[in-house]
């Protein structure tokens, strides 16, 4: 039977938790780790008293081979990029053959923000939907602190190649059309920032 | 500047929410504007103490028309359905020209579950994300209650048309594994439905 996962936040913890991914991401740019289109907006993030990031990305281009577009774990990335890409990246890529598909997706940013209490996931949310990123949603609350995932609705995938068959046929367009839904991404994040510098959280 | 959206749930206003959506969801049912493959599932969840949908889909294939397959107002649904499609139900579509791009959509079920506070809105996320629909979240919280929004990832897009150019050159292919993802998304709500058949809430 399913249990209620809802508990208070323990302040301290959340303020250890806080440090450690502060640390993280510091080591992620010494080692250039780091996703360099979201690095000034994590500093930013992290001025901030009552609400720190985990996992973030500033929106990119892969190409998969997988059965399904949203499958991870039998799935393979065969190619990621955080900016624009050009016809002969892919057209590299989809003369080979894949195990199962390749998909072409172009997503949007994605940030994890971890806030001490309901009342400032609430606000996070209300800046993240305001900013266009309105597929954003608190995704768990634990004694850690309250999860809330910031996603825009930016994404796309396109079927290049199932098995040995290729689906499309203009790479040029796809490629086109990918990088605009990229840029789109990138232009909300911009918005986020721009928000979030006026914001008192 | 963005205050804080959130507020203690009104249980009288939550019930009286409720009443609203049970009445409205009858009515769909009688003038045959429910979507069929939903109307038991939310027939159970009516009979939950603690929570209850407003909007709700099983699933669907659509083909839109519009720059980006995520736009909502500069977008027409040229076509829609709650069941798998067949390739002449798509032809007869592509053979037109869209005023900006046909996108052949098949999305999982989507809904919006009303918890009258906190500890039920874990519960049920808790719940969803066990079913598989890993893309669920608390969207907002009000008086009138916590909404907790349950999506699957089995969402895939296909550019069938820029403008007067046709993209994809197998119809057969993409009209396939469209159905597939929908029958899998129709999967996802059952075991959803199982799993509320069980739970106390």
């Known amino acids: 039977m399913i249990k209620s996962c809802y508990v208070q936040v323990d302040r301290a913890l959340w303020t250890k938790r806080r440090e450690e991914a502060l640390k993280r991401f510091l080591e992620d740019i010494e080692i250039g780790y780091a996703d360099r289109d979201i690095i000034d907006f994590i ?8 609400v720190f990031t985990t996992s973030s990305c500033s929106g990119r281009i892969t190409i998969v081979d997988a059965l399904y577009p949203w499958l991870r774990d039998e799935s393979y990335i065969v190619f990621k990029k955080h900016e624009p890409v050009t016809v002969e990246e892919v057209v590299s890529i989809v003369s080979s053959k894949p195990l199962h ?13 971890i806030a001490p209490g309901i009342e400032v996931a609430c606000k996070v949310l209300s800046i993240a939907r305001e900013a266009g990123f309105k597929h954003s949603g608190i995704i768990s609350v634990s004694e850690e602190g309250v999860v809330i995932e910031v996603v825009s609705g930016t994404w796309t995938s396109f079927l290049l190649k199932d098995g040995e068959y290729v689906l499309v046929n203009d790479l040029n367009k796809v490629v ?7 840029i789109e991404g990138k232009k909300r994040l911009e918005k986020l920032f721009k928000m979030f510098k006026e914001v008192d959280i």
Not at 43 to 50: E, I, P
Not at 101 to 113: D, E, Q, T, V, Y
């Open 101 to 113: 598909r390749f998909w072409l997706i172009s997503s949007g940013p994605i940030i994890h923000f």
């Open 43 to 50: 500093k930013l993030v992290f001025t901030k008293r009552n």
């Open 176 to 182: 086109a059309i990918a990088n605009e839904i990229l």
